[in-house]
């Protein structure tokens, strides 16, 4: 089934939050609903469409920036109060915009998530879960890493109320009271949680920041997994989820949105298998979503807002080529009025700009005055992509940016990105001291730029600061600096589990160090631990390497630190980080390893799948174009043995293969070596002379021999 | 939505920039392309199969419509058009990099073959100036040479460097056409016949030239930038990330202007209008383009915009009908203006709240704002720093703060000085101060633009404001002015008189130069920077000024840039450079000496393969008869010479660069000396010196270059 939407813009407001936008339910007979939306001014805009044009019901005034926004009633009655929270507060107002409530949460960090069901309110502020009854507090809980979002299953059937936390250690905890009842593992960071059936049920779906989406059925002692949809396009991030009957099909669809601007509807066809029905993109990161009907009767809509804050619908209204003669015209006069409208409102604030131009201007005369600009708000991910090993930086601002610097002082690569139009130039550096630049880059971006993404590939061992300015088209012309840490084994990520039959490398440190030192040390090396010190005596973590496939395990407490790893070169990376940290401190450790000599040619056999498709890859990929010509010159290519006519046959998919891999041969060949290097080093002898001879064999590659070589006393 | 009318999958790849369309039979147009294997191919759609196969031409063997040309060596430049005044339809010619072809499809043979020794890397057809036939104009190494119908040369002039991209258009707008020539050193040159009326200078190597209509063309270079110029003054340009493939002028939205279509290599094709580049129509192809043209592939009558990609993929498009009213994207205008308002109000709104936040002052000290105190003003100067062990030497732009407040770091956007677009000084953490010192060598004299951005804030800052510079580089920055006269003057000379007041001189070189301060007499030295030693200006009284130097490149760009500030159309130049022209006397006894060995290798070369004949069938003879040991002897010394041919082929190879280079560097010798006179005197120099090669009169040629004339 073929779904088709139209684009409509409806209106725009500051720059909004994740889940900030709802639609209040319709009043008696009208269809149309109208839109509540908040932005980070501070401003709450309710408005609603006529004649194609925004008719505010409500707006307050500005304040502090506003981070989520739910609707609630109590129970049975329709759902059209507005909470929204700001900073450690939750503020309640009517449709009609009357303030009925200000409750103060009184938590030290801003609120960050917020459910609201009934009298019940349920608020996250980084790791801390609370909830209220009539605004007494009811139960509390402390999340082992940062709570990204919260929903609450709530049913006659349910005995009582279940929240469900979305955390960004990649699972979500299911709380009875303040306790834990379980967690569920899902494949990536959770961003975002939705009940999958508004009017109660059991099943939530969750969105993730590699832009994953599964439905979990939530049950009493643990959860099953209904289905999951993969990234395999690689779009961005899930933001947002609503689930709405756009198809009209009885069921309900999913609307999702992400961080690259992408909008799709999932159906669900006969076999209740999810599948993709409409796709459409925007400019920017679409924040909040919601199914219904906004623009006109009876047309049934999706509607978005983004990161700029536009409002944005795509209606099932037929597109307006398709209407009578008559009608376009009448349109285009609405429209027209609506442009008069603008341009008027455009020319009286070029006057006020100006005024205020000048007086910025005079100010510089004067030899006390300070020029103080605000701080602009950049949205911005650094993120480690899976499947390639490689960070992908998105930085989003609210004008069209200018120019942007890139500067790292570790050695990484920076790499083309399609989507990207931005012209790129790379600047001389002075590596060494005393400015120690290793990437200089300028991106100057064409006209209506607001969104840029990059990727940067790292290398394990070498750790540093990668830091963007961001320079937007806005008077007065200001920068800002986004610093972005690459640690030490950049290419880990967390996992679930670890598999304990592979031959594992030890590495002990014993010291008179304090649980949250080692804990600092170990958020120096690692991505994705939690920054705030576990609770508990000791804390386990797991990593797995995204471009070998080996793992870490991460054990310690107070005094004492366990970490095991089959790739010998992690191992070697934690000690020489480790011990240097422990003597900025200025503590003794006392660090004992374990090495297995097994481990090494566990990695290499590992390795070696990789390494042959790879060089096989390469070789085919080098024949291809003589192939062809020697197609073109005998008229066909039947006289070629059956592997080159396969070459040729699939010469489109072998070249793009090798398009999306590049220089993943020479990062498997650092990584041999190093892992060379790092076993001799373990043993107290130093091979670097011998690496331009492990460099011969594997130009000529073969498993056994390099085996030998590594055997090699 | 436009979309194309007719798409084809030609499968076989197709060389960038080497498509055309030719009416071969005067009726139907066929699309030709260079692709692999030194072949072009001729797509005839119109009628199938009755072409007779033999001589160069031959089926393809899975596409009836696709017959296939042999040129046997890699082809660098192809073209279809009227060449003779009788034939029926267009000829086809093919360039490489040592002939030109000229051959007739239709009928199936040659028209003529030649041998260009300096190669043709880009091809035009048209007439050009008073010259009556239509000449085939190739551009190679340095020179510019056109063909008539018969193979005759009648055009031959150098440049420059070597040519990448040729157009014709009536530039002058006096009713005949001028040759543009866009060459590896960045710049696009009019000849009007053999005189040199105009020259535009540009930042990469112009690799592509159009043109629109009347004196408009546009232009593509190698660094990815598009433009279109009117005469000398440029309209717009834009840059991307890709490189532009092929550009092309073609009415797509009815208008009756032309639009600049642009292929580019990550396969997108755009149309931009003529006056403000403002894109009208996009579409992609999966692969690069590799080509853009027109012809009425449908033969309806309408022309059809033909884009291909190296793939071998086609796509026509019609030109839009009235009713799209020049909306040819599937965009809603209403929509996008409301949004662009909207978003221009968002802006303005922006930068007022910027203004009142601004005025309402700052109630806490936030250091990660970057609060600067409102006066503040960034200085800068420029300077010539000689070079010392730590570093070599260079211009120094050094830019500085009046207060306490540091520079975070500096952006140099500017053109053809640096390796990209810009260059980024960023001090370490430890190393931040309120003055940024910033080498730059710029490596040709050309006079730039540097727009700096300096980031200025606190030092725990995370926001900075942005300012904005720009300052002038003057043309011949990288020379020191030196009050050392007892240095001896250097052998080369320049000298000529000239009738202006030396106050004008001063001021020329005031301009043009980086002096510490402002000087007051036109006589003064300088050392190059670059090493090239020194050089000195002389200027007597009687308006009587010499150069003296060694770099004869220098004296001719110092002879262009004084009479173009002087507005002198014409000048004599009498001009020695000893050394010089000792190097080129060298380089013509070796171009000879080459000449000898190419003939004497291509002699020896027949010889082999009338050997390997004999021996071939002496071989297969003995096979017949059975007679297995002489057979494998035979096969054996067949083996042996096979492989004395390769080493053979080696060293012809390594012959034929080597002649390349010094043809190079003789060609770039006449267009030197012509850059040291203006006007008449100049073409009168390039004419007598090409003159004299030609009839290898290596005295004359080198009077020419000192006097101007070869008669004295």
Known sequence: MELHLHRVDYTQVGVTSQKTMRLLPALGKKATQKVAIADQDGVITCFGMKKGEAVPVFKTLPGPKIARMDLGGAAGTPQEKIFVCSGSQVRGFTKKGKQFLTFEANLTESINAMHVSGADLFVCASYIYNHYCDCKDQDYFLSGDKINDITCLSSEKLPHLVPVLACQDRVLRVLQGSELAYDVEVPGPPSVLELYNKDGGQEVLYGTTDGKIGLVQIGDCAAVTRWEIENEKKKGGILCIDTYDITGDGVNDILVGRDDGTVEVYGFDSSSEPALRFEHVLTESVTSIQGGCVGKEPYEEVLTATYTGWVTGLTTEPERAEAVQGEEVRMSKETQCKIEALRAELEQLQVKVLQGREQYQQTSQSSTAVSAVPIFSINDKFTLCQDDASYSLTLEVQTAIDNLLLQSDVPIDLLDVDKNSAVVSFSECDSEQPNGNFLLATYRCQANTTRLELKVRSIEGQYGTLQAYVTPRLQPKTCQVRQYQIKPLSLHQRTHSIDPDRPMNRLSLVGQFSFAEIHSWVVFCLPEVPEKTPAGESVTFYFHNTFLGTQLEATYCKGEGHFKSDNISTISILRDVLSKEATKKKINLNISYDIDDDSVSHTLQMIHPKLEYQLLLAKKVQLIDALKELQVHEGNADFLIPEYRSVLDESANLLEEYKKQPAHLERLYGMITDLFIDKFKFKGQNVKTKVSSLLDILDSYDLNSLLDFFNEP | ?712
Not at chain 2, 684 to 710: H, W, Y
Request: aromatic share 6%; with cysteine.
């Open chain 2, 1 to 712: 939505m436009m979309v194309p009318i007719f798409t084809l999958k030609l499968n076989h790849k197709i060389n960038p920039r080497m498509v055309a369309v030719g009416k071969f039979d005067g009726v139907h147009p066929c699309l030709t392309a260079a692709t692999q294997a030194g072949k072009v191919f001729i797509h005839n759609p119109h009628d199938r199969g009755q072409r007779p196969a033999g001589h160069r031409l031959s089926q393809s063997a899975h596409d009836s419509d696709v017959s296939l040309l042999n040129i046997n060596q890699a082809v660098t430049c192809l073209t279809a058009g009227t060449l003779g005044p009788n034939s029926t339809g267009d000829t086809l010619l093919v360039g490489s990099q040592t002939n030109l072809l000229a051959y007739d499809v239709h009928d199936n043979t040659d028209v003529f073959y030649r041998d260009v020794t300096d190669g043709a890397n880009a091809i035009v057809l048209g007439k050009l100036g008073d010259i009556s036939s239509p000449l085939a104009i190739i551009g190679g190494n340095c020179a510019l040479q056109g063909f008539d119908y018969e193979g005759n040369d009648h055009f031959w002039t150098v440049t420059g460097d070597n040519v990448r991209s040729l157009v014709l258009c009536d530039f002058t707008g006096d009713g005949k056409n001028e040759l543009l020539v866009g060459s590896e050193d960045f710049d696009i040159r009019v000849f009007k016949e053999d005189q040199l009326v105009s020259e535009m200078t540009e930042n990469e190597t112009v690799t592509s030239l159009c043109h629109m209509h009347g004196s408009r063309f546009g232009y593509a270079l190698a660094n990815g930038t598009v433009g279109v110029y009117d005469r000398t003054a440029r309209y717009w340009r834009i840059k991307s990330k890709n490189h532009a493939m092929s550009i092309h002028a073609f009415d797509l939205n009815g208008d009756g202007v032309v639009e600049l279509i642009t292929g580019w290599s990550n396969g997108k094709i755009d149309a931009r209008s003529d006056r403000t580049g403002e894109v009208i129509f996009k579409d992609n192809f999966s692969s690069s383009v590799a080509g853009v043209v027109e012809g009425d592939y449908r033969l309806d009558g309408q022309k059809q915009l033909i884009c291909t990609s190296i793939e071998g993929e086609v796509r026509g498009y019609l030109p839009a009908s009235k009713d799209l009213k020049g909306n040819l994207m599937d965009s809603n205008t209403e929509q996008d203006l409301i949004r662009e308002l909207s978003q221009r109000r968002q802006n303005l709104l922006l930068e007022l709240r910027n203004y009142e936040e601004n005025a309402k002052g700052v109630s806490q000290t936030n250091s990660r704002m970057g609060v600067i105190p409102a006066n503040t003003q960034l200085q800068t100067a420029l300077s010539v720093r000689a070079s010392t062990e730590a570093q070599k030497a260079h211009v120094e732009l050094s830019i500085s703060t009046p207060n306490e407040t540091i520079i975070r770091a500096v952006l140099i956007f500017a053109e053809g000085i640096f390796e990209g677009e810009s260059h980024v000084v960023h001090p370490s953490v430890q190393n931040l101060s309120g003055c940024v010192r910033v080498p730059i060598i710029p490596p040709k004299d050309i006079p730039v633009d540097l727009h700096i951005k300096a980031f200025v804030g606190g030092r725990t800052s995370t926001q900075f404001h942005v300012f904005e510079i720009t300052r002038q580089l003057p043309r011949f920055s990288m020379y020191e002015i030196t009050e050392d006269s007892s240095a001896a003057l250097p052998a080369g000379r320049v000298s000529f008189s000239i009738n202006e007041r030396p106050q004008r001189v001063v001021m020329w070189l005031n301009q043009n130069f980086l002096l510490p301060e402002v000087i007051e007499s036109p006589n003064v030295s300088f050392n190059s920077l670059r090493g090239g030693g020194c050089m000195s200006f002389h200027m007597a009284s009687n308006g009587q000024i010499t150069l003296s130097t060694d770099d004869i490149d220098l004296a001719g760009d110092l002879v262009q840039s004084l009479c173009s500030f002087l507005a002198i159309e014409d000048l004599s130049v009498e001009a020695d450079f000893p050394s010089y022209y000792e190097e080129l006397r060298t380089t013509l006894t070796e171009v000879d000496e080459f000449h000898s060995v190419h003939q004497k290798l291509t002699a020896d070369m027949a010889d082999h393969s009338n050997y390997i004949r004999n021996m071939l069938v002496q071989a297969e003879d003995a096979r017949l008869m059975a007679d297995m040991r002489t057979m494998k002897k035979r096969y054996r010394e067949l083996y042996d010479l096979n492989r004395d041919l390769i080493n053979e082929y080696k060293i012809r190879s390594n012959n034929h660069n080597a002649l390349l280079a010094r043809l190079k560097s003789v060609n770039q010798a006449i267009q030197r000396a012509g850059r040291l006179r203006v006007g008449k005197p100049k073409n009168q120099v390039i004419a007598a010196c090409r003159d004299a090669i030609k009839s290898n009169n290596v005295n004359a040629l080198f009077r020419v270059m000192r006097a101007g004339t070869a008669s004295s």
